[in-house]
T-cell receptor, first 109, second 113 residues
Framework: GEDVEQSLFLSVREGDSSVINCTYT??????LYWYKQEPGAGLQLLTYIFSNMDMKQDQRLTVLLNKKDKHLSLRIADTQTGDSAIYFC?????????FGTGTRLLVSP | DSGVTQTPKHLITATGQRVTLRCSPRSGDLSVYWYQQSLDQGLQFLIQ???????AKGNILERFSAQQFPDLHSELNLSSLELGDSALYFC????????????FGPGTRLTVL
């Protein structure tokens, strides 16, 4: 079955790196995604990684995929207060996206 | 701004009532997806339409139905509403029927009293 888990909360100081972790269960997932949800807003696609890749970097964002352990992480370098939001990982299951519970990132000045 | 629009932004209604949520996809996108976000269930996929036809079905209740019109906008109908249906309902769109990138609208917050 499909199940995606994330830790609920992460607090960092401005300028530090943030690492948000996710585990998934469907080994046949072809793509894995990170979405950001700011208060009162919809989900914004940040980045995604194909399952045959180990890493993808996009400016301040680095995605690491450990397919053996079914572990996905999102690293945000030089975290800013504007990065405070809920971050969802999602896997592409059969005909649908399966989302994790979301990690609330709080960035303090 | 993702280019996906949803109306209304907020909706307050009573139990037993019926409501219709509307979504307009990004220009050129043929697929529309509906999701429900609630505190206890998280973000759940409800249903997908592609070019007017139902493409995939998720955890959608029988009291709920959707359709996609020839101009590609979509409506989600929720009937016999219960307190537990209170949630944020998101619409997303993508170019094709099975593409990587789904673009989300701002959501409709439904409150059932």
């Amino acid at each position: 079955g499909e199940d995606v888990e994330q830790s609920l909360f992460l607090s960092v100081r401005e300028g530090d790196s943030s690492v948000i972790n996710c585990t998934y269960t469907d080994s046949s997932s072809t793509y894995l995604y990170w979405y950001k949800q700011e208060p009162g807003a919809g989900l914004q696609l940040l980045t995604y990684i194909f399952s045959n890749m180990d890493m993808k970097q996009d400016q301040r964002l680095t995605v690491l995929l450990n397919k053996k352990d079914k572990h996905l992480s999102l690293r945000i370098a030089d975290t800013q207060t504007g990065d405070s939001a809920i971050y969802f990982c999602a896997e592409k299951g059969f005909q649908k996206l399966v989302f994790g519970t979301g990690t609330r990132l709080l960035v303090s000045p | 701004d993702s280019g996906v629009t949803q109306t209304p932004k907020h909706l307050i209604t009573a139990t037993g009532q019926r409501v219709t949520l509307r979504c307009s996809p990004r220009s050129g996108d043929l697929s529309v997806y509906w999701y429900q976000q609630s505190l206890d269930q998280g973000l759940q996929f409800l249903i997908q339409y592609y070019n007017g036809e139902e493409r995939a079905k998720g955890n959608i209740l029988e009291r709920f139905s959707a359709q996609q019109f020839p101009d590609l906008h979509s409506e989600l109908n929720l009937s016999s509403l219960e307190l537990g249906d209170s949630a944020l309902y998101f619409c997303a769109s993508s170019v094709g029927g099975d593409t990587n990138e789904q673009f989300f609208g701002p959501g409709t917050r439904l409150t059932v009293l």
